[in-house]
């Protein structure tokens, strides 16, 4: 069941719905780069909000989300650089 809340669209504050939501699949993204690191990229979504009464040029209602990343990185041993001690 959504809740009522505002949201900011298009510089106005607007009536919106607070929506529940569920992860289908797998909300991470695999980029390989040239140097042979690959990146893992994960989607860690928090809030979606529908705005009441506006849709977009296909007719489909007007969706917000907020969200975060997460990035892993897994380097290659001749990429690692062994960091320096501090000195004092």
């Known amino acids: 069941m959504s809740k009522p809340t505002k949201a900011m669209h298009e510089g106005k504050q607007v009536d919106a719905e ?4 569920e992860v289908v699949g797998a909300p991470e ?5 040239e140097d042979g690191t690959t990146l893992k990229i994960l989607l ?8 009441k009464d506006v849709y977009n040029q296909e007719g489909e209602p ?5 969200w975060g990343t997460g990035v892993s990185a ?10 320096e001690a501090p000195q004092k």
């Open 62 to 66: 007007v969706y917000q989300l907020k």
């Open 44 to 51: 860690m979504p928090a809030k979606v909000v529908k705005i």
């Open 29 to 33: 993204v695999i980029l390989q780069v």
């Open 74 to 83: 897994s380097v290659p041993a001749d990429q690692i650089k062994v960091p």
């Open 18 to 21: 607070e929506m529940k939501f």
